[in-house]
């Protein structure tokens, strides 16, 4: 029987799996791999050196199903040219690069462009491995295979015989691992009984429990006493703003908007002045902060309902509005936040690409 073609196998692997397979293809070539899950997506990271000795390091975003947009690839190329990252991104199978999602160094790799790869690492066997492997035999919560299911006998295959024959004397079975574990627990059960014994006794008898007493007043009347200090809290002064701002020059906590919904990004992208005094919630990671003019802008990368990033807002507050006191954390690159506030038209960050633009009222953490 004729082996099926490399591409269409490759075509064929789940998410997971092409990540096993960069994982080998990079390995093959020197390079120190792993797996990371941002979410719903995966990306395989790899870090080695070149033939010429320098150091290079590499993220691969991995999609077998929908279509990998212009404002997410956008975000995914900035956060590794922040972390000196070569980005790349593999489209296989259902995956989908959009056309106007290109940019300026990002590889994108589909499933022939994969295919060179691995016949070029010598990992092609291990990839038909991959596709060609069999279901396991069905096993019970203690990993036991169940009688008459999987496979054609009850005994396994010789293969699974003479491993199991051959397993290290030294190796213990999740059985036993069991038995043991539920030793400890007994132990500590009764230990737990012997205590409350005793409590019990103690409480029964008016004689132990007056000599108790009198010993924790002996350590309460030693031990020394704190005054805590007073803290005093205070409404830092309102910072003035340019005179071509719109925003409202204010500090004092505002609560957030009962009606704020989170409108898709799509629709929010597509028509951002058609949404122009909607409140609106978002959270999502910040992507660069600015300060000008005494206010403040943030590109932040908002996330849709299943935490997946959907694309760029513009946020905007006074300076003086927000203080890492008041929300409790340090508003830098890749911090998660929500945030509250309304649409207003388009803005950009600093003089670049124009994002929806959301004026804020309530930031916090994520």
Not at 224 to 242: A, G, N, R
Not at 304 to 322: E, I, K, L, M, N
Not at 327 to 355: C, P, T
């Amino acid at each position: 029987m004729t082996a099926p073609p490399l591409t269409s196998v490759v075509s064929a692997r789940t998410d997971v799996e092409l990540a096993a397979v960069f994982e080998r293809v990079w390995e093959a070539r020197g390079y120190e791999t792993r797996v990371r899950f941002r979410g719903p997506d995966v990306h395989v990271e790899a870090a080695g050196e070149t033939p010429e000795g320098a150091t290079r390091e590499l993220r691969i975003w991995i999609t077998t199903t929908g279509t990998v947009t212009a404002d997410k690839t956008s975000a995914f190329v900035r956060r590794c040219e922040r972390a000196g990252i070569e980005p790349y991104v593999a489209a296989v199978g259902g995956g989908r690069v959009a056309p106007d999602a290109h940019r300026r160094g990002l590889v994108v790799l589909d499933a022939p462009a994969l295919a060179v790869e691995i016949r070029e690492t010598g990992v092609e066997s291990f990839v038909r491995d991959l596709a060609a492997r069999e279901e396991r035999p069905a096993t019970n919560w203690l990993g036991e295979r169940i009688e008459g299911r999987g496979g054609d006998g009850d005994d396994g295959t010789e293969a699974e015989r003479d491993e199991s024959e051959n397993d290290d004397a030294g190796r213990i079975t999740r059985r036993e691992a069991l038995k043991r574990a539920g030793a400890y627990v007994a132990g500590g059960l009764v230990t737990y009984l012997a205590v409350e014994q005793v409590s019990d006794f103690v409480q029964r008898s008016p004689k132990l429990r007056d000599a108790v007493a009198r010993r924790a007043a002996w350590v309460d009347d030693r031990l020394p006493d704190v005054v805590l200090p007073t803290v005093e809290w205070s409404i830092p002064t309102p910072q003035p703003l340019s005179e071509e701002s719109t925003l409202p020059n204010r500090t004092a906590t505002v609560s957030t908007p009962a009606n704020a919904t989170a409108i898709p990004y799509a629709d929010l992208r597509r028509n951002p002045e058609s949404y122009a005094g909607t409140a609106v919630t978002y959270t999502g990671r910040v992507e660069e902060t600015l300060e000008r003019d005494g206010v403040r802008l943030a590109l932040v990368a908002v996330e849709d309902d299943r935490g997946r990033p959907s694309g760029d807002v513009v946020a905007r507050w006074p300076a003086g509005r927000f203080f890492e006191d008041d929300i409790g954390f340090r508003l830098l690159a890749d911090e998660r936040v929500r945030l509250w506030g309304v649409v207003a038209g388009e803005g950009s960050i600093s003089g670049g690409v124009q994002y929806p633009r959301i004026d804020v009222s309530v930031l916090e953490k994520a």
